[in-house]
């Protein structure tokens, strides 16, 4: 009989909410589903596994009466938001970059030569072994990576970048940035991941680099491992292995919205 009510009573409250209530709970878990996404497999996703526990002793602090732990967690609540600003700010930042993040298709030459050409000399480094990274801006400027490297300022090419990735080259071990198609600059160095996070241990530091890049803001970061002789490309956190040319050539236009030429259907010959 009481489920029969408890099951009754949830029925009429479903059936007194407005449509505006049903919007409401949709966005509070689309919003709660985006920010599970966003910390997971990171180390933000252990920081909230920290801040639920120190919560629940906050809680037990109170229902026991434990004045010491009590007096010590108190400031907790008032500070919290403070807390979760301080500690969250790379992934506030790479969710409101995500979230305000425009997808248009746009024609621009530069960048599809340059995509060509990145293309062309990636796999040419993978088959030669030598290490490569080259990291293409999106919305999110990269422009505080460009000023603490080597400023170069030309058009992409696969011998440039093979004079810049070259082992007894004096800017090998950094990274390239491109911008709208324009070699902005070399020898760039980007933020390290934390070897606490929860990457694979085969990734190198090139590797920890782009990926954290990658969280940091909506670059595009082609790799190339000197120690395996793969190509993969990097973005939103995740890696994904190029297999070919056209694999990498696909998904860099993708990522970037760069407009293909429609192909001209042949047209009949007049007899």
Do not use: W
């Not at 600059?185 to 390290?192: I, N, Q, R, Y």
């Amino acid at each position: 009989m009481a489920n029969f009510l408890n099951i009754e009573a949830v029925g009429s409250t479903i059936l007194g909410m407005r449509p505006n209530d049903f919007i409401d709970i949709l966005l509070v878990a689309v919003i709660i589903y985006q920010v599970i996404n966003l910390v997971r497999g990171t180390r933000s996703g252990q920081v909230f596994l920290g801040l639920g526990f120190l919560a629940v002793v906050y809680l037990l602090a109170n229902r026991f009466q434990l004045l010491t732990l009590s007096f010590l967690m108190s400031s907790l609540p008032s500070n919290i938001f403070l807390i979760i600003v301080l500690l969250f700010t790379p992934d506030i930042r790479r969710g409101l970059a995500r979230a305000g993040r425009f997808y248009y298709l746009r024609s621009n030459p530069a960048l599809k030569e340059a995509i060509s050409e990145v293309v062309r000399a990636s796999f040419f480094m993978a088959e030669k072994r030598c290490g490569a990274l080259i990291a293409f801006e999106r919305h999110v400027s990269l422009g505080e990576y460009v000023e603490a490297g080597a400023k170069i300022g030309g058009l992409v090419s696969d011998r440039l970048l093979l004079a810049i990735f070259n082992t007894h080259a004096p800017l090998h071990d950094g990274a390239v940035i491109i911008q709208d198609g324009v070699l902005a600059a070399a020898g760039c160095f980007l933020p390290l991941l934390p070897f606490e996070d929860n990457v694979s241990r085969f990734f190198g530091t090139r590797h920890r680099a782009a990926i954290g890049l990658s969280r940091e803001s909506d670059a595009v970061i082609v790799v190339v491992s000197e120690e395996r002789g793969l190509v993969s490309l990097v973005k939103d956190g995740e890696v994904e292995v190029m297999m070919g040319t056209a694999r990498l050539k696909e998904a860099l236009t993708g990522s970037l919205g760069v407009r293909e030429k429609a192909k001209r259907a042949p047209q009949p010959r007049k007899a």
